[in-house]
T-cell receptor, first 110, second 115 residues
């Protein structure tokens, strides 16, 4: 069973920030949150991950709440190429296993 | 840098035939994962290896499926005999590190069709 819940779909206007939420209320203290995206027919692409602190890289920012029960992936200036399914994942504690949920289907609109 | 390399990209074969999928992980990575993706079940982990040793194969659906990792740079997933319900996209991923915190990096998959 996936340890995360995400909205099934979202739309975002091109050039605007896309904010994708994720709930992971059962996360434990040493579990990281990972974000991936999958563009049709390609393999999942790693975006970013974090433990407690907010993280930023060239692709996105990750905001994790203080209680770590939820997080938000931010694409600061969405483009049409960001249209994809976005997965938020918490690894099964004590293992290397990811359990993928159904993700959020983000559509960036021109 | 070369990413995870999978071959073939597409495979179409008849029911009952043996199918072998191949994966070359990123150099230096010590964990390797095989996933299957279908419309009905999404992305499922089949098996993963750490330092070439199978750690968890609880996701392997049946005895018809087997996976090997003879060395750090190569792994195979074999289906024998294949069935139409095995049709899916199979992904390989790799990561490095001792505690599993480093992200997994995925290949572009093998699209398998069993007729």
């Amino acid at each position: 069973d996936a340890k995360t819940t995400q909205p099934p779909s979202m739309d975002c206007a091109e050039g605007r920030a896309a904010n994708l939420p994720c709930n992971h209320s059962t996360i434990s203290g040493n579990e990281y949150v990972y974000w991936y995206r999958q563009i049709h027919s390609q393999g999942p692409q790693y975006i970013i991950h974090g433990l407690k602190n907010n993280e930023t890289n060239e692709m996105a920012s990750l905001i994790i709440t203080e209680d770590r029960k939820s997080s938000t992936l931010i694409l600061p200036h969405a483009t049409l190429r960001d249209t994809a399914v976005y997965y938020c994942i918490v690894r099964v504690e004590g293992t290397y296993k990811y359990i993928f949920g159904t993700g959020t289907r983000l559509k960036v609109l021109a | 840098d070369a990413g995870v390399i999978q071959s073939p990209r597409h495979e179409v074969t008849e029911m009952g035939q043996e199918v072998t999928l191949r994966c070359k992980p990123i150099s230096g990575h010590n964990s390797l994962f095989w996933y299957r993706q279908t419309m009905m079940r999404g992305l499922e982990l089949l098996i993963y290896f750490n330092n070439n040793v199978p750690i968890d194969d609880s996701g392997m659906p049946e005895d018809r499926f087997s996976a090997k990792m003879p060395n750090a740079s190569f792994s195979t997933l074999k289906i024998q005999p294949s069935e139409p319900r095995d049709s899916a996209v199979y992904f390989c991923a790799s990561s490095f590190g001792r505690n599993g915190n480093q992200p997994q990096h995925f290949g572009d998959g093998t699209r398998l069709s069993i007729l």
